[in-house]
């Protein structure tokens, strides 16, 4: 009798040997990508949410700040005719430079030449002066800054004011200069809300739909090294005071 042989396949095999195809196990990419990108995204939130209370517990910060500089308006206290203005903007000046001539006009009853002088040691801004103009006492001719000694006028929240003092160091960064960090120190804070010198107030409390209006108090920032910072005044700037 002939000794039957017993087949050693495993199991697995014999799907193949039927002629069927052998499963395979897939993993699917898109669920394994939106996970990913949740977690970047998260993560970029936690970061933004860090830098965010660290800024807030180290510094006093505003946007609501500009470049600034002491300016001055050339006038002059009689009348007549502009006879002699050489002036352009951007020329630097000194006190009391003689920088024009008025002549009387015609016809006046009595009248004597005199100069124009510089008020202040600085850079003429604009001119608005034309030779041969007739003027009047008290009539802007020029705008002169100094822009030696210039700074940064910030409004602080008045819920934050009471953290800043007088000699605190400030980082300040400006729009038109990108990135570059430019230093500071606090130099004088004023002793009263901005709206106080608003031309039109900002509230009126003394009617009865009051509209309670947060306020900001003015800060002045002198700048380190001014002389030779390439700025403008009324460029807008970002300032964080350091508590």
Sequence with gaps: MASESVSAESPAAAPEAAGLPRARVRIRARPLIIGLIVLTVLAVAARFGYNYWLDSITYVSTDDALV??????????????????????GERLHAGQVIGRVKPAPGAAA?????????????????????????????????????????????????AIQAVGVGKPVDITVDATGSTVYHGTVAEILPATASQFAILPSTD?????????????????????????????GENAYVRIHR
């Design 205 to 233: 409390r003394g009617t009865g739909n009051f509209t309670k209006v947060g306020q900001r108090v003015e800060v002045h920032i002198a700048l380190d090294g001014a002389r030779d910072q390439r700025l403008l005044p």
């Design 68 to 89: 600034d500089a002491t300016m001055t308006t050339v006038t002059t206290t009689g009348s007549g005719i502009l006879d002699i203005w050489p002036v352009q903007p």
């Design 111 to 159: 009248g004597v030449a005199f100069e124009i002088t510089a008020p202040i040691d600085g850079t003429l801004l604009r001119v608005d002066g034309k030779e041969g103009q007739i003027i009047s006492p008290g009539q802007p001719l020029a705008y002169i800054a100094d822009l030696d000694h210039m700074r940064v006028t910030a409004f602080v929240d008045e819920t």
